[in-house]
């Protein structure tokens, strides 16, 4: 029990943890693609200023998301080893293949992107670029096909028995294309994207407010802006179609979701509330009806509840996952109303007249990250006491040679760890800001400036 | 038992592996090789230029053994389950160190300062000690062998996995890494810097010949029984054989000056090192020290048909693009290192 509660604390300590960077990169990998091509097409300076400052904080963010990573995929090994075991044959196949077809595209041509400036002709650099957000994109593929796999298991059958019983994969294609990876993969590669999108909007709206760089700030914001507003909007429709497919595939916790007990009643939605799980009770601001009008656009079909499931076979922590995706649709739905009111500004002429507004989308940087954050707890705490939905349990998925002391002893190190690369990253970042996107000099002021900072360099 | 070209799939898959895993070792061995030696370099610049060998490709070599814990995880996931779980300690320290070299390189550069370079220099280059440390280790100990019960599970103390063979290997492959690291940076280098890795990598020569010959002493005295499958069919006599040669041309093509047949040379001893281990593990993946019956093999720990299937057709269309866009990013970094604006 100690074990459990120990190795899921770890996992979603360093898969949140991780999983800050990685939409960053796909969406900051999006801008960049744009703001290249837009350099490439016009070959105004002003575009090449500000690929050239994304790619340095697209290194920094590129860099801790690939070092927290690494210890995802073995993770698996080291704290889920039955888990390891009993999918092996399926969710190893979706990592290697996103080792081989994702990571190796991405990081190769990593180097090109970062170092290769002055090497490659403009467009290899920017094919370049392209390749990184692609296998980045790629990568995203891999791992929700993974893990929609864990929600909506199809493609394979059980043989062995005891504690060696295992899936094995019958249809490769099925279990990729099972029924939830697709509409879940489409609402993170969104949620990806606003996570770029708002840092490049956040960090250009600060240098407006500091009246700073303006001629390169303005039109960076405006990218950003088009990227963001397209992508609320469309995640109004992704996000839809994902809770009709929970709906579909994974009622408990659609249930859990709207706190919705009774079998034989509608379901109604939430705007915010409070779920006492012991009185089987939520309190709050209700569309009464409003989730079976959703799923059935009436007011009578009732919608599985909650109840309707073994006590032993439904999620318990019924007011986080409430909780976590409120969080979520509360952030959705801000998001449109700003990039659609900013969009309207825009239109007017009055963008960047607004000083509130700048002061909000520096702020707003956070809302995406929390949107992501909340959405994956709801789906994987939402999925449980099951590992591999009505399959494995969470329980019986441990490592079960780790002892206790072990787990204690790396969370204590991974937190330590994670605790300082979150205060450098944010250190380090804040300096590259504040620096800015001004022109990186010949290798000559470069090279002066290091000798003066560094005396080690004249003996 | 279905084959393909007359051999299993199972053994086609524990070929890729291996083969996967000496690229890692040849690709990322050079990176941290000269992460390990990075304080022997005493002057700013070079060490910006030594960063800057390896800057551009050491994120692509490190995706190898990404590669690798999938092969491992789809292919024969009983023994990624046991080696990831039996390994806790010793391979939560390789990670750790995998951050650190990660985030140290990147760190390093963002700030002027000597203080901050300082510091980031000696994180980076102990991060690289321990992972080569560490991996020395882990490959020591799969050699050996471990306790193993029935479901294929650990039941040994992790404070074993220090006995001296595999403090041995651990230290020899930090030697080779090493040599492997002096001769890539050599490459990459010239004038001043260039004369001082030619000499490090003379120093580490001696360091990884001394430190594997006590090794295989040792081994041969010792534990006889790790070279019991080479005794029993002389054309395995071949391996070991090359591996000398190769050893032994490291130290003449330094002499001439020729770092890429020394580089290749390394890369070579490398392989043929790891392959000498996965001849005498074989069929085992891991060994059960305890009771043979509950020894991991390729077939008892191997993924099914259809997955072994599936794996190798993934491998045969990933290998050639990654084999494209690698040798691409290398040729657009081929020549002497030059520090420019985008430098770390």
């Given amino acids: ?145 993974a893990n929609s796999w864990q929600q909506t298991p199809a493609g394979f059958h059980i043989v062995g028995e005891g504690m060696n019983t295992r899936a094995e994969i019958t249809d490769f294609w099925a279990m990729v294309f099972n029924p939830s990876s697709v509409e879940r993969l489409i609402h993170v590669w969104i949620g990806a994207f606003l996570a770029g999108a708002f840092l490049v909007l956040s960090v250009n709206a600060y240098y407006i407010l500091k009246n700073k760089y303006l001629e390169i700030a303005k039109p960076s914001f405006k990218i950003a802006l088009v990227v963001a507003t397209i992508f609320s909007l469309a995640q109004l429709l992704a996000g839809d179609k994902s809770a009709e497919g929970v709906a579909k595939n994974q009622p408990a916790k659609l249930a859990a979701m709207e706190a919705h007990y009774d079998s034989s009643a509608v379901a109604d939605m939430y705007l915010l509330g409070w779920v006492n799980n012991t009185k089987q009770k939520a309190t709050g601001i209700k569309i009464p009806g409003g989730l079976t009008f959703l799923l059935h656009q009436d007011f009578k079909t009732p919608i599985t509840g909650l109840n309707a499931f073994k006590p032993d076979e439904r999620p318990t922590q019924v007011n986080a996952i409430f909780q976590m995706y409120h969080i979520m649709i509360a952030i959705g739905i801000t998001l449109i109303a700003l990039t659609l009111y900013a969009s309207w500004q825009w239109k007017r002429g009055k963008l960047f007249d607004k000083r509130w507004l700048m002061v909000v989308f520096a702020w707003a940087v956070f809302l995406p990250q929390i949107a992501n954050q909340a959405g994956w707890f709801t789906a994987e705490m939402g999925r449980q006491p099951w590992v591999v939905y009505g399959l494995l349990k969470t329980s019986d998925a441990l490592s079960r040679t780790v002892s206790a002391n072990q787990i204690i002893f790396s969370l204590i190190l991974f937190t330590l760890v994670y605790i300082t690369l979150f205060i450098l990253f944010l250190y380090l970042l804040n300096k590259k800001i504040k620096y800015g996107p001004v022109d990186y000099g010949t290798k000559e002021t470069i090279e002066q400036g290091s000798i003066r900072d560094n005396p080690l360099l004249t003996h | 038992m279905e084959t393909f070209l ?34 022997f370099l ?277 290998t050639p693009l990654v084999g494209i866009y690698t040798s691409f990013v290398f040729w657009t970094f081929k020549g002497k290192v030059k520090l420019d604006e985008m430098s770390y």
Avoid at chain 2, 33 to 39: E, P
Avoid at chain 2, 157 to 182: E, Y
Avoid at chain 2, 240 to 248: E, K, S
Wanted: glycine share 8%; hydrophobic share 55%; charged share 10%.
């Fill in chain 1, 1 to 145: 029990m100690v074990t459990e509660i120990l190795a899921r604390i770890q996992f979603a300590f360093t898969i949140a943890f991780h999983y800050i960077y990685p939409p960053l990169s796909i969406g900051l990998g999006l801008i960049l693609v744009i703001m290249e091509g837009m350099y490439l097409k016009t070959g105004n300076k002003i575009y090449e200023q500000m690929t050239r400052f994304w790619i340095k904080i697209f290194a920094l963010i590129f860099g801790i998301g690939v070092a927290t990573g690494i210890i995802m995929e073995f993770e698996f090994g080291t704290n889920w080893a039955t888990y390891s075991k009993y999918v092996g044959d399926i969710f190893g196949s979706a990592l290697a293949a996103e080792g081989i077809f994702a990571f190796a595209l991405e990081s190769g041509f990593l180097g090109i992107l970062l170092f290769g400036w002055n090497r490659v002709s403009s467009k290899v650099h920017f094919l370049s670029t392209l390749m990184v957000f692609l296998g980045s994109m790629f990568s995203a593929v891999w791992i929700v096909v």
């Fill in chain 2, 42 to 318: 005493k002057k700013e610049t070079s060490r910006r230029i030594a960063l800057n060998a390896i800057g551009p490709v050491w994120d692509g070599n490190e995706v190898w053994l990404v590669i690798g814990g999938g092969a491992l995880f789809a292919g024969f996931p009983v023994a990624y389950a046991a080696i990831f779980s039996g390994f806790y300690i010793p391979f939560m320290v390789f990670m750790i160190g995998l951050i650190w070299r990660a985030v140290s390189i990147e760190f390093r550069s963002k700030e002027p300062g000597l203080k901050w370079r300082l510091i980031w220099d000696f994180i980076y280059s102990f991060a690289c000690i321990v992972i080569a440390l560490s991996l020395g280790l882990m490959l020591g100990n799969v050699a050996l062998g471990l306790p193993l019960n029935e479901q294929h599970e650990f039941i040994g103390n992790w404070l074993s996995f220090f006995n001296p063979f595999s403090i041995m290997v651990a230290i020899t492959t930090l030697a080779l890494f090493m040599l492997h690291g002096a001769i890539y940076l050599a490459m990459k280098t010239e004038k001043r810097l260039y004369t001082k890795l030619t000499i490090l990598a003379k120093n580490f020569t001696v360091f990884f010949v001394v430190s594997f010959g006590i090794t295989t002493l040792y081994t041969l005295l010792y534990i006889p029984h790790l070279s019991d499958k080479i005794r029993s069919n002389p054309v395995y006599f071949t391996l070991p054989l090359i591996m000398f040669l190769a050893i032994a041309n490291i130290p003449r093509q330094l002499n001439k000056g020729k770092y890429r047949y020394a580089f290749i040379s390394s890369s070579v001893t490398i392989a043929s090192l790891l392959a000498m281990v996965a001849l005498e593990v074989f069929p085992n993946l891991l060994y059960a020290t305890n009771d043979i019956k509950n020894s991991i093999t390729i077939t008892n720990g191997a993924s099914s048909l259809k997955t072994m299937k599936t794996l190798l057709l993934i491998a045969a269309i990933g």
């Fill in chain 2, 6 to 39: 007359g051999i299993d799939y199972n053994f086609w898959w524990f070929l890729v592996f291996g083969a996967v895993i000496s690229g890692y070792a040849i690709l990322d061995g050079f990176d941290l090789g000269a992460g390990a030696l990075h304080l």
